[in-house]
């Protein structure tokens, strides 16, 4: 089993909606979890990152963490054409700190 | 405007051939990771360094490849001897916000390996 899943998409999306992703975890002692943005051809860049249980309000970024059941989510509100790109579910493990990345979800949000 | 710079941006080189990527991390920061990147197997860890000491290398094949960092304004990833599977993008990434791992990347050296 992979350290980090993510809905493996594609996703499309009409401009103005919520695009949602997912991810999920396995190595129960992680502690910190991020999502980076990849447009293609450039590099991931960080766009949220997440410690605790709940939710976590960023612009239109909403990310939530669940521990108990390893879950960490990303929603995008009011979808933009920018916001077309890969989405990198990332964790960090509070045993080695090594940063983990999922395969990515790419999201085309559709004008 | 602080950011991680690699060097070369890209590079082709022949089967065999020793191959040398280089990474400045953002001043100040501590831990250094190199990632290569495909479309089949994604972002995957190879090394990474903490305070300049190596913390894992197991995602590296031992028998070709090897990472340093000299001094804490570079780090080295080398390949020896290039094989054509190593083609990929390889990204460096620095973060200083232990123990919560805030990284930042590079813009990535593409290889071709022919």
């Known amino acids: 089993q992979k350290e980090v899943e993510q809905n493996s998409g594609p996703l499309s999306v009409p401009e103005g909606a919520i695009a949602s992703l997912n991810c999920t975890y396995s190595?129960?002692?992680?502690?910190?979890f991020f999502w980076y943005r990849q447009y293609s051809g450039k590099s991931p860049e960080l766009i949220m990152s997440?410690?605790?249980?709940g939710d976590k309000e960023d612009g239109r970024f909403t990310a939530q963490l669940n521990k108990a059941s390893q879950y960490v989510s990303l929603l995008i509100r009011d979808s933009q054409p920018s916001d077309s790109a890969t989405y990198l579910c990332?964790?960090?493990?509070?045993?080695?700190?090594?940063?983990?990345f999922g395969a990515g979800t790419t999201v085309t949000v559709r004008a | 405007d602080a950011r991680v710079t690699q060097t070369p941006r890209h590079k082709v080189t022949e089967m065999g051939q020793e191959v040398t990527m280089r990474c400045q991390p953002i001043?100040?920061?501590?831990?250094v990771f190199w990632y290569r990147q495909t479309m089949m197997q994604g972002l995957e860890l190879l090394a990474y360094f903490r305070n300049r000491a190596p913390l894992d290398d197991s995602g590296m094949p031992k028998d070709r490849f090897s990472a340093e960092m000299p001094d804490a304004t570079l780090a080295t990833l080398k390949i020896q001897p290039s094989e054509p599977r190593d083609s990929a993008v390889y990204f460096c990434?620095?973060?200083?916000?232990?123990?919560?791992?805030?990284?930042?990347f590079g813009q990535g050296t593409r290889l071709t390996v022919v």
């Open positions: 001043l100040g920061h501590n831990t």
């Open positions: 190595d129960r002692v992680s502690q910190s």
């Open positions: 990434a620095s973060d200083n916000s232990y123990p919560n791992t805030e990284a930042f």
């Open positions: 990332a964790v960090n493990t509070i045993n080695d700190y090594k940063l983990s």
């Open positions: 997440i410690y605790s249980n």
